[in-house]
């Protein structure tokens, strides 16, 4: 029997509630949410299943020791110390990435460079060779983590971050990140159990996230490579068993996801990115004006959005594009759930609609809300009365 080891999966600010959920879903023990993290328990395969399938997951990393540190010699001596060998040989290539939170350690670029040091020269002098150090895709991606005096170091199982599913090779201006649009999806409630709309599509990723989220579709199938299939135990047949498992709770979806754009040239962009997922079968996109749009059937319709924030992305005039979408909502989108998320809390204002929820969210650097608009059929109060 394999033996279960601990494991931190780091997440987005507002996703750690579900990336908890997802993780015991998937058979994860031990869970517990931290600040932008959630810590478990699992076996290899497992480690490999969480990288496959967790939606909200930004990285899966692997603790292998902890250590008070006091100054740089001490992190670099404890850091040479450890059995290198073990994990990657001295033909191999490493990236470290460090994170710090201390008063002697305030450089994670410099601690980043003592680690790395600390383990070419371990190699060096036991071998006579030194492992070359490949930022892109190294052989082994190490991570650093310092709190106060404790350093925890751990192995990197994911390599290039979830987020980079492998299906998005043409973007837009200010595209929205894979993990965040799956969490807002989450968020949001849907699950496949009704239509699903983007009216301002871009790249088309929350329109991908969507559909895998409906029919089950691992997140992370078309990733090219993970960081674990470098390591030296490294099992393929066991990798090749956790996806097949995976593939066959693949299900059918009955209903209808779609998108607009108005920029023709995002349009193609987005359903390049669609046919790199092969999700073509499930998702439609047309070059189209919101705004000029009304919804298409009686069925019920979930819309969730990136509309511009006049940040990354500039319109002429913010507080009237709010408006509109406020007064396209209110004409065109009878007995919807919209849910849009934005940094502009002044533009926000102009929608005109009372949110009836709003969760704070960060889309990269942008403090936001992730809003809802409940639009009813006819008026709220008669709908009450119902």
Not at 8 to 18: I, Q, S, V
Not at 127 to 135: A, F, H, I
Not at 209 to 225: G, K, Q, T
Request: hydrophobic content about 35%; charged content about 30%.
């Amino acid at each position: 029997m394999r033996k279960n080891f601990k494991m931190l999966a780091k997440t987005l600010y507002g996703m750690e509630e579900l990336l908890a959920d997802e993780l015991r879903q998937l058979g994860a023990s031990a869970v517990e949410t931290g600040t932008r993290n959630v810590t478990f328990e699992g076996d290899t395969g497992f480690m490999y299943k969480a990288n496959l399938c967790c939606r909200t997951a930004i990285k899966i990393l692997k603790p292998i020791t902890a250590f008070n540190v006091f100054n740089e010699d001490d992190l670099y001596r404890k850091i040479y110390d450890l059995r290198w060998e073990e994990h990657m040989d001295e033909n191999g290539s490493l990236a470290v990435d460090a994170t710090v939170f201390s008063k002697q350690f305030t450089h994670s670029q410099f601690v980043s460079l003592k680690t790395k040091d600390a383990i070419v020269d371990r190699f060096r002098d036991k071998t006579g060779t030194r492992p070359d150090v490949d930022l892109d895709h190294p052989s082994l991606r190490i991570n650093i983590h310092i709190d106060r005096n404790i350093c925890t170091v751990s192995l990197d199982s994911s390599g290039a971050s979830l987020h980079k599913r492998g299906y998005k090779t043409e973007t837009t201006l200010a595209p929205i990140n894979e993990v965040l649009a799956a969490g807002m999806i989450m968020l949001s409630g849907w699950t496949g159990q009704c239509d699903f709309m983007d009216p301002m599509c871009g790249s088309g990723t929350i329109l991908a996230e969507a559909a895998m989220i409906a029919c089950n579709i691992p997140p992370n199938l078309n990733r090219d490579e993970f960081g674990f299939e470098t390591w030296p135990d490294f099992d393929p047949d066991l990798y090749e068993v956790i996806e097949n498992a995976a593939l066959k709770k693949i299900k059918d979806f009955h209903f209808k996801i779609y998108g607009f754009d108005k920029d023709a040239i995002a349009v193609k962009k987005a359903k390049q990115n669609i046919k790199n997922a092969n999700l073509q079968e499930f998702i439609e996109i047309r070059t189209r004006d919101f705004f000029e749009s009304e919804k298409e059937s009686n069925r019920q319709l979930h819309l969730v959005f990136n509309p511009p924030y006049d940040e990354r992305l500039s319109v002429s005039d913010i507080f009237e594009f709010y408006a509109n979408i406020g007064n396209t909502l209110k004409r065109g989108y009878p007995g919807s759930n919209a849910w849009m998320i934005t940094s502009n809390m002044e533009a926000l204002k102009n929608v005109g609609l009372r949110p009836s929820k709003k969760i704070k969210l960060y889309n990269g650097k942008l403090e936001s809300r992730f809003v809802r608009y409940e639009l009813y059929e006819g008026s709220r109060k008669a709908k009450k009365n119902i």
